[in-house]
């Protein structure tokens, strides 16, 4: 097995890493996106919605209702993608120049 192999196919891993890893977006009702973070594809992250007080002494907390993630952040991830195979390209090409010994 050469180099050029190992390059190529550790770079095919961490492209399929990634794309089970992906970004996420909560997009609300008015269109607005918000990041929500990295989770696995099938488990969206989600957010607490609490609210917390100290109002003289007294605690008040609120257990609002969860934000959860819906949409992939597709912009985000084919950018990760591109500059992961520019790198894998660029390994490869670099491999492909040097002399090769015997």
Do not use: H
Request: net charge positive.
């Amino acid at each position: 097995m050469n180099i050029r192999n190992i390059i190529i196919g550790c770079g095919l891993l961490v492209m399929v890493a990634m794309a089970l890893y992906p970004p996420w977006n909560y997009q609300d009702e008015n269109g607005s996106n918000q990041a929500m973070g990295y989770n696995f594809l099938w488990k969206p992250p989600a957010r607490s919605n609490d609210a917390k007080a100290d109002i003289f002494g007294l605690k008040i907390k609120i257990d609002g209702p969860d934000t959860k993630a819906n949409s992939i952040d597709m912009s985000k991830l084919l950018f990760q993608e591109v500059i992961a195979l520019a790198i894998v390209a660029g390994l490869v090409f670099l491999v492909r120049l040097t002399p090769q010994r015997t």
